[in-house]
């Protein structure tokens, strides 16, 4: 045969060949896919076409059967599904940025230092900050403003505890609120001592010197929520449940995103207030490729840590205070009732034993049984033994943060004494009731980073390694269930493990590329897994 036939036999054959080849948009090959489908299979690639997965298999068998326009070797890195925080406060990060950051302060003079520096640089209004924590300082009591209203007489100051149950607000903020000796409110205490005010405000108190904060401009906000977008991709989410917001957050998130600047998936909880309910009812759930509006959150209690949470028996630190409920009995029954007639999602946050039983009840006399409602408990982190079963009994869903434990537990004890904290932080006995739990981080409470709640999931120890058995191991997850609660049963705690939470066909392409295998790398490198590569739908939105 003449050497001309044989060159058009072989171009026919490599046109034929590639003729035969469906088109993908991207090829991700040479990897460990971890895919979390049901039978939490591993694969090599996956091929992506119109922001779906088309095909999850063997890198030999996809480059074969795929062609693309774009294909990316993984170098034997690892994929996960895009992480999806369950529970966190997104567009209140974005915001706190613009603010002093107060998280990890060693006490309150290095409280003081920060701040004199942060007004330097920003000479003009309000002074806020937030992330003190009283119980990482040599003094573990609450400061008072003495301090403040010498450094700041004239500028207004309100600086929140890391976990937003608790304020400290300087007499000249405290003057703009109105705030007076005396006063009482529901769901929220203004602390006296020897007839003047501290500064010290818990809970609902909180509000009323919040709420004379010059609201941000638009442009302010567009530039803190994209900030904090980014430290998300960082880190690996393609996902977060924002647990609290106004219609008008809502509204404007939704702006963002259909301008093609805001790319992260949320799902959004309204707040309980009137005007959100009128406004949602009025407009129908809201469902779009990137947002997600059909639940509220709800607040029974406050925190543990400034002793706001409700319990059934007495701080074990402070025998004459049990907390208090952030509203009556009564509200709670009255959002119960509307949103199981109107099908809408309850998340409530419960942190005390008794917060927990009383919304666990109220629960309970709507879904009477088993059902599909997903209602939700945020935290659920004390709960009296008597009660883990009607998580089951009545479908309720525990939705938990991990690094809750380990940042509570060097003084968790001191607050419940030794017999109540075995019923803390019980992450396994509450994931037997329903056999599925939702896992979270609470940025800006705790740190963003999902890899810290993998860690305090699995190990249950500080980065120190403390302590050395790990805490309460008996309620550890195991790494498997870890990353379920991080991906798959997150997006089905809102609705969606149907379009993501797994890498499988017909699913979205939300992935990340890691450089540890989260199943089998040891325990100390947990806490320093590099994202090397975020996509949401396809899109590359994160590269290292």
């Not at 990897?31 to 030999?60: C, M, N």
């Not at 330097?120 to 924590?133: K, M, S, V, Y």
Request: hydrophobic share 40%; aromatic share 10%.
């Amino acid at each position: 045969m003449h050497m001309r036939h044989i060159y058009w036999i072989i171009f026919l054959t490599v046109l034929i060949s590639c003729k035969s080849k469906q088109q993908a948009d991207l090829i991700v090959f040479n990897a460990t896919v971890y895919t979390v489908d049901s039978a939490f299979s591993t694969a090599e690639a996956l091929a992506i076409k119109d922001g779906k997965i088309l095909a999850v298999g063997k890198t030999t068998d996809l480059l074969a059967q795929y062609d693309a326009k774009e294909k990316k070797d993984a170098q034997g890195k690892f994929i996960y599904p895009g992480l999806i925080d369950a529970h966190a406060h997104f567009f209140r990060y974005g915001m706190g940025l613009r603010t002093a950051n107060l998280v990890g302060t060693a006490s309150w003079d290095d409280i003081l230092k920060k701040l004199q520096a942060y007004a330097a640089d920003n000479p003009e209004g309000w002074i806020i900050g937030r992330g003190w924590d009283q119980n990482d300082w040599p003094v573990k009591e609450f400061p008072t403003n003495n301090q403040l209203n010498t450094l700041f007489p004239d500028r207004p100051v309100l600086l929140g505890r890391i976990d937003g149950h608790a304020a400290i607000a300087n007499r000249k903020a405290l003057e703009l609120a109105g705030l007076r000796a005396g006063i009482t409110l529901t769901g929220g205490t203004v602390e006296v001592k020897q007839g003047k005010l501290t500064g010290i405000l818990i809970d609902n108190a909180i509000d009323l010197v919040r709420e004379k904060v010059p609201a941000p401009t638009p442009e302010q906000i567009a530039k803190g929520v994209l900030q904090g977008q980014q430290y998300c991709f960082e880190v690996g989410l393609t996902t977060v449940d924002d647990c609290g917001l106004d219609h008008e957050e809502v509204t404007f998130i939704d702006s963002l995103q259909r301008a093609g600047s805001l790319k992260m998936r949320v799902y959004a909880m309204l707040s309980d207030a009137k005007k959100n309910y009128d406004f949602i009812f009025a407009k129908g759930k809201i469902k779009t490729d990137r947002l997600n509006v059909r639940s509220f959150k709800v607040y029974a209690d406050g925190a543990l840590g400034s002793r706001g949470a409700c319990l059934l028996a007495p701080y074990n630190d402070r025998p004459d205070w049990k907390g208090f409920l952030l509203s009556n009995p009564a509200h709670f029954d009255s959002v119960a009732n509307l949103l199981f007639q109107k099908e809408y999602q309850m998340c409530t946050h419960a942190i005390g034993d008794s917060g927990n039983r009383t919304i666990l009840n109220i629960y309970g006399k709507y879904l009477t049984g088993k059902n599909d409602l997903r209602w939700r408990i945020e935290h659920a982190q004390v709960i009296n033994k008597n009660d883990f079963n009607l998580f089951g009994q009545y479908s309720i869903i525990p939705s938990v943060q991990p690094t809750h434990a380990t940042s509570d537990m060097y003084w968790a004890g001191d607050r419940l004494g030794a017999e109540r904290v075995k019923d803390a932080y019980a992450f396994n006995d509450l994931l037997k009731q329903n056999g599925w739990i939702p896992l979270g981080t609470d940025f800006p409470v705790e740190d963003i980073s999902p890899f810290k709640t993998f860690y305090a999931a699995v190990v249950r120890k500080d980065a120190k390694g403390w302590p050395e058995g790990g805490y309460q191991m008996e309620n550890a997850l195991t790494r498997e269930n870890t990353l379920r609660g991080m991906t798959i049963w997150a997006a089905k705690s809102n609705f969606e493990e149907k379009e993501k939470g797994s890498l499988e066909p017909g699913k979205l392409a939300d992935f990340i590329i890691i450089d540890k295998d989260l199943l089998k790398a040891p325990e100390a490198e947990l806490l320093h897994v590099q994202v090397l590569s975020t996509f949401i739908q396809g899109e590359k939105v994160f590269e290292k």
